[in-house]
């Protein structure tokens, strides 16, 4: 059986319904699951002839039982007539949000397997109301999940974060022996189930250069890091560390691990973003529902274009699909 995947229109001013759409009808992914996009129809339906897309779309109802057309739960009327590309605007928050809402439900409630984030702007959604830093946060809460650690994933090189969308002067404070503890715990969890990785090693990199110098650049390693370390190792969780972040992927340690927990945000992604930035998936362990998004953002710039690498979003839905799979084995043993 082929799992059922609700993917999201983002934001509907940059490329975020180009490549859904463009996603859904692809090949390789009809092989792997059932797409159901979630957002307007009509803004959708409006991208098919700059497109050239030939497949019908049309309302969802469940069961879903035509493999001909692309089922679509509608969630607009008439929005499309405010595309503006390239701007953060309210309808087009507002789009992205009640997206997120209903694929979530169909998650929740069992009508999909797993959902699929397409790009959304931040600014968008705030001006629309939806205040929270980012998608990831937002599904945590409508999920009502307690607990969720980013991870990005590209093939085999899985890099989680102890902080996301943290200004870099405040990352410090926002680091403490519990968080970390908590974080490379989810990320130990979901590589054994959704990874189905039987005894994960996962490698913690340092906050200061050079790990910190014994002291010398900063206290945070001695202070919070290494207890956080022991802590994780009294309970069996694989995790070495502090290491030294330009060392640790000059010499490509990162191929030793399974998964690279980085402090912060630019510190994970600018690595792994350089070696496979077309393929990078962002995956929010530690979920009640499986979710997943490209490793990109909006791309204003080339909004309208109709020239966005899908490659991302293919990997996304695969991994979404993937994990789908995973869990319904694990429901089995």
């Known amino acids: 059986m082929k799992p059922t ?13 180009e490549i859904a759409l463009r996603a859904a009808v692809h090949a390789s992914i009809r092989r792997v699951c059932i797409p159901i996009l979630v957002g307007p129809l009509n803004i959708f339906d409006h991208l098919r002839g700059p497109l050239k897309i030939r497949q019908k779309l049309q309302k969802v109802v469940f069961p879903w039982k035509d493999p001909s057309a692309i089922p679509v739960l509608d969630v607009g009327d008439g929005l499309w007539a405010d595309i503006q590309y390239g701007k953060a605007t309210k309808p ?3 789009s992205a949000g009640v997206s997120i809402e209903k694929a979530v439900e169909l998650c929740t409630t069992g009508k999909a397997d797993a959902m699929v984030t397409a790009p959304a702007s931040k600014e968008a959604l705030n001006i629309a109301g939806y205040g929270f830093p980012g998608q990831t946060e937002m599904v945590a809460l409508l999920s009502r999940s307690q607990k969720v650690a980013m991870m990005l994933v590209a093939g085999s090189m899985r890099v989680g974060l102890v902080t996301i969308h943290t200004a870099l002067r405040n990352v410090a404070e926002h680091i403490s022996k519990e968080k970390i503890v908590d974080k490379v715990s989810i990320i130990d969890g979901s590589l054994r189930r959704d990874f189905r990785i039987k005894a994960p ?3 913690v990199l340092a906050l200061n250069p050079h ?3 014994q002291g010398l650049l900063g206290s945070e390693e001695q202070d919070i890091i290494i207890p956080a370390m022991r802590e994780l190792q009294n309970q069996s969780i694989k995790a070495e560390g502090p290491f030294s972040a330009d060392a640790f992927f000059g010499i490509r340690a990162d191929k030793s691990f399974d998964a690279i927990v980085a402090m912060y945000h630019d510190q994970g992604l600018i690595p792994i973003k350089m070696s496979s930035f077309e393929k990078v998936v962002n995956f929010s362990a530690g979920l009640s529902i499986i979710r997943t998004s490209p490793g990109h953002g909006t791309a204003y710039d080339i909004a309208g274009k109709w020239k966005a690498n899908i490659s991302s979003m293919l990997e996304a839905i695969k991994l979404a699909a993937y ?3 995973n869990k319904w084995l694990s429901s089995k043993t």
């Open 5 to 17: 995947i609700a993917i999201t229109i983002g934001d509907f001013n940059g490329i975020g319904p």
């Open 92 to 94: 087009a928050g507002k």
């Open 201 to 203: 090693r996962i490698a």
């Open 211 to 213: 790990a910190g110098e």
């Open 323 to 325: 994990f789908s799979k």
